[in-house]
């Protein structure tokens, strides 16, 4: 038997192919971190951030967790979750961008409601 081999007849990992990822999981967060000191504009910031995160979680699945080599049910499975997660995303913008009603106004008006029955 070859010493090399895992346990089970794995092939051994990849220890250089997980030392790029983690230099580029470093990478990423160094990234993160100097867009935060570049103060953008929220409108650029948050989606900047999220970017670098859905990228950097790419990674950890594609790699760590071994998704790279799973079966395309996985992948249909994983489609349909970011399909729904981005749909949750989205619907504060059809609340504020297309009904041009504000979530906070309201919330507003009750804060100031309360705080004068308080007086």
Known sequence: MNDAA???????????????IFAALMALTVLTVLVSYLHL???????????IAAVKGGLVA???????G?????YACLGILLF??????????DV????????HAPVAAQVAALSAERR
Do not use: D
Not at 84 to 90: I, K
């Open 6 to 20: 895992a346990p089970h007849g794995h092939p051994p990992p990849n220890v250089k192919l997980y030392m790029m």
């Open 41 to 51: 504009p929220r409108s650029l910031g948050i989606p900047a951030g999220l970017l």
């Open 62 to 68: 594609a790699f760590f967790m071994h998704l790279k």
């Open 70 to 74: 799973e079966h395309k049910l996985i």
């Open 84 to 93: 729904c997660a981005l749909g949750f995303c989205l619907m504060p913008l």
């Open 96 to 103: 504020h961008l297309v009904r041009q009603e504000s979530l």
